[in-house]
């Protein structure tokens, strides 16, 4: 059925080449919704249909020689969050209507960045689907090509078009504002009792020092290891040489150097006024940001690691909030048909067996007998004698 309907899709999709008088096409990318209908069980259809596609791959490899279809299971994330430019988004939209949508306006993606100043994105938000773009626009390139090109705000440069990629950022609260409010200055109390009680401050130490410390205070070792890891990433700042500076990037509080004794090891200090500065501006920055228990907004990738990136990461290594960061959606999988007409043979047959699922069928059914007569037919001899021919690989 599967194959059934990767010819179906093929046939489909250049009919309307042909109708368009384009160019016949071999690669095509598929939806993985569009094979639902064949899984009984909705649940990781995505994981069937990989392994599905990639048995076809191999046994019509083994049975013809060559490749007829080629299967690239990794997903392609083909549909896009942009924002496009006012005054010129009409034409755009005239021009590719088809493959745009709009999904947020400039009023909906306000968000607040300091108690008195509220922050808009310069354009309305839409999706755009690449996958369709490239298939009937811009076959001429390969589709990382596309991509490429679209992140780098090349792909339509020639119409002097802003369209500009945009990401979306999820932030849910798994408990009350108060609560989870609660919980953040609890948090933030343990690390400063770490920082204070190891003599982190202005005193370099090493990372073993550091997770030592932090192991300490936190029950969960697997926690420690994450916060550690959290910090060390997001919230600190290094220098390439060994002497002492007092140099910090902003919204950071560790300063990293090299090791006197073994230019090797990194060794890291706590600045205490640059600590209860970052405290401070995290738990401001919580009360702007959340009015109620969900955040979601799209944000200009100028903005991939900002506040709200770093507050996201830390946050929910404590297990107070979930976070999703969105570049694209609907995932499609890319599939290139060697030999449409032996495929269709192939269908047209109805008695195609796959090898590969025989031989495994074959060995499944084998081994459920040899463990039945292991343990109904044997004798306790018998069974000793079976056992030493299995590991001699005697059997």
Request: proline fraction near 1%; glycine fraction near 0%.
């Given at each position: 059925?599967?194959?059934?309907?990767?010819?179906?899709?093929?046939?489909?999709?250049?009919?309307?080449?042909?109708?368009?008088?384009?160019?016949?096409?071999?690669?095509?990318?598929?939806?993985?919704?569009?094979?639902?209908?064949?899984?009984?069980?909705?649940?990781?259809?995505?994981?069937?249909?990989?392994?599905?596609?990639?048995?076809?791959?191999?046994?019509?490899?083994?049975?013809?020689?060559?490749?007829?279809?080629?299967?690239?299971?990794?997903?392609?994330?083909?549909?896009?969050?942009?924002?496009?430019?006012?005054?010129?988004?009409?034409?755009?939209?005239?021009?590719?209507?088809r493959y745009v949508g709009q999904t947020s306006t400039i009023e909906n993606n306000k968000?607040?960045?300091?108690?008195?100043?509220?922050?808009?994105?310069?354009?309305?938000?839409?999706?755009?689907?690449?996958?369709?773009?490239?298939?009937?626009?811009?076959?001429?390139?390969?589709?990382?090509?596309?991509?490429?090109?679209?992140?780098?705000?090349?792909?339509?440069?020639?119409?002097?078009?802003?369209?500009?990629?945009?990401?979306?950022?999820?932030?849910?609260?798994?408990?009350?504002?108060?609560?989870?409010?609660?919980?953040?200055?609890?948090?933030?109390?343990?690390?400063?009792?770490?920082?204070?009680?190891?003599?982190?401050?202005?005193?370099?130490?090493?990372?073993?020092?550091?997770?030592?410390?932090?192991?300490?205070?936190?029950?969960?070792?697997?926690?420690?290891?994450?916060?550690?890891?959290?910090?060390?990433?997001?919230?600190?700042?290094?220098?390439?040489?060994?002497?002492?500076?007092?140099?910090?990037?902003?919204?950071?509080?560790?300063?990293?150097?090299?090791?006197?004794?073994?230019?090797?090891?990194?060794?890291?200090?706590?600045?205490?006024?640059?600590?209860?500065?970052?405290?401070?501006?995290?738990?401001?920055?919580?009360?702007?940001?959340?009015?109620?228990?969900?955040?979601?907004?799209y944000l200009s990738y100028a903005d991939k690691w900002d506040k709200y990136?770093?507050?996201?990461?830390?946050?929910?290594?404590?297990?107070?909030?979930?976070?999703?960061?969105?570049?694209?959606?609907?995932?499609?999988?890319?599939?290139?048909?060697?030999?449409?007409?032996?495929?269709?043979?192939?269908?047209?047959?109805?008695?195609?067996?796959?090898?590969?699922?025989?031989?495994?069928?074959?060995?499944?059914?084998?081994?459920?007998?040899?463990?039945?007569?292991?343990?109904?037919?044997?004798?306790?001899?018998?069974?000793?004698?079976?056992?030493?021919?299995?590991?001699?690989?005697?059997?």
């Open positions: 059925m599967v194959l059934e309907k990767i010819n179906q899709i093929y046939t489909i999709k250049n009919n309307y080449r042909k109708k368009n008088s384009l160019k016949q096409q071999q690669n095509f990318l598929v939806s993985i919704e569009d094979f639902s209908y064949i899984f009984s069980d909705a649940a990781n259809i995505d994981n069937k249909l990989k392994n599905i596609l990639l048995l076809l791959e191999k046994d019509l490899l083994k049975k013809y020689k060559f490749n007829v279809i080629i299967a690239r299971p990794k997903q392609l994330f083909t549909t896009a969050f942009v924002s496009i430019e006012n005054g010129k988004e009409t034409n755009f939209i005239r021009e590719y209507w968000r607040t960045d300091t108690r008195w100043l509220t922050v808009r994105d310069v354009w309305n938000i839409y999706k755009l689907n690449l996958w369709k773009l490239w298939e009937e626009k811009f076959l001429d390139k390969s589709f990382p090509t596309l991509k490429k090109e679209f992140y780098e705000n090349t792909l339509f440069e020639w119409y002097e078009w802003n369209v500009i990629p945009r990401y979306k950022l999820s932030i849910e609260l798994n408990d009350e504002l108060i609560s989870i409010k609660e919980k953040i200055y609890t948090y933030f109390s343990k690390i400063e009792t770490i920082f204070s009680n190891g003599n982190f401050y202005w005193r370099y130490s090493t990372e073993k020092e550091l997770e030592k410390a932090i192991n300490s205070e936190f029950e969960d070792q697997n926690l420690a290891f994450r916060i550690k890891e959290v910090l060390l990433k997001f919230y600190c700042s290094k220098n390439d040489f060994w002497w002492d500076s007092s140099w910090l990037k902003f919204d950071t509080f560790i300063q990293e150097r090299k090791s006197k004794k073994d230019w090797f090891t990194k060794e890291y200090r706590v600045i205490d006024l640059s600590f209860w500065k970052v405290k401070n501006a995290f738990i401001k920055k919580f009360d702007e940001i959340f009015t109620d228990k969900v955040f979601k907004k990136i770093k507050m996201a990461n830390l946050i929910e290594l404590l297990s107070l909030w979930t976070y999703e960061m969105e570049w694209w959606e609907y995932p499609q999988i890319f599939i290139r048909i060697n030999d449409p007409y032996k495929l269709n043979k192939i269908i047209e047959s109805w008695i195609y067996s796959n090898s590969l699922v025989s031989d495994i069928e074959r060995r499944y059914k084998r081994s459920n007998q040899l463990i039945d007569k292991f343990f109904t037919q044997m004798e306790n001899d018998e069974r000793w004698e079976f056992i030493e021919n299995y590991f001699l690989w005697n059997i």
